[in-house]
């Protein structure tokens, strides 16, 4: 299977601990985005790399939240001191572009449950 | 304040006849939009783009239509199948905005009965 993974596709915690996700792009992708969707919304956008460089973070990007990009091939996302408003479900997009805009390929998802 | 706006929740269709979705959008600078499926407990799909500098854009049983002056866009399936049962969901994106972030409506739940 050659397209975005992500893993784990579910996680469960309690409030406080402190959670990490892995995206694993499409392997030629230069792009890779962080979004959040919860219930009856669509996803939002969170932040996004081009290669290794962290480009732009949404103000929904709190300091408990960090994402990283090491060498331009996997990201991390961290959220520290987990609340119960992070339950959501977390996507990770991918795509190859040399312009302004492009077209995203997203993975399953992480599903987070913040008891 | 929704940038992306699709107004309905869910639609039902017939098998064989055609499914409409609509998209609304407040922001004049986004140039380039795009439809995505999603089926349960998977991610969401791509389905079809436009650019701000065409009105029409047709794939197979897909066609986007986009009037810039209404700033409103719609989605047309012909001829509906029982597996375009999904949830669409309409984005946005434009060179001024969070690098080439996009912006999604909440989403229309499209049940197609056979």
């Known amino acids: 299977d050659t397209g975005v993974s992500q893993d784990p596709r579910h996680k469960i915690t309690k409030r406080g601990q402190n959670v990490t996700f892995r995206c694993d792009p499409i392997s030629e992708h230069n792009r890779l985005y962080w979004y959040r969707q919860t219930l009856g919304q669509g996803p939002e956008f969170l932040t996004y790399?081009?290669?290794?460089?962290?480009?732009?973070k949404s103000r929904l990007l709190s300091d408990r939240f960090s994402a990283e990009r090491p060498k331009g091939s996997f990201s991390t996302l961290e959220i520290q001191r987990t609340e119960q408003g992070d339950s959501a479900m977390y996507l990770c997009a991918s795509s190859l572009a040399f312009g302004p805009v492009d077209e995203q390929f997203f993975g399953p998802g992480t599903r987070l449950t913040v008891l | 304040d929704q940038q992306v706006k699709q107004n309905s929740p869910s639609l039902s269709v017939q098998e064989g006849r055609i499914s409409i979705l609509n998209c609304d959008y407040t922001?004049?600078?986004?140039?380039?939009f795009l439809w995505y499926k999603k089926y349960p407990a998977e991610g969401p799909t791509f389905l079809i783009s436009?650019?701000?500098?065409?009105d029409k854009n047709e794939d197979g049983r897909f066609t986007v239509f986009l009037n810039k002056s209404a700033k409103h866009l719609s989605l047309h399936i012909v001829p509906s199948q029982p597996g375009d049962s999904a949830v669409y969901f309409c984005a946005a994106s434009g060179t001024n905005q969070a690098g080439t972030a996009l912006i999604f409506g909440k989403g229309t739940t499209l049940s197609v009965s056979s």
């Open positions: 922001n004049s600078m986004f140039d380039y």
């Open positions: 436009i650019s701000s500098i065409k």
């Open positions: 790399f081009q290669n290794e460089a962290q480009l732009e």
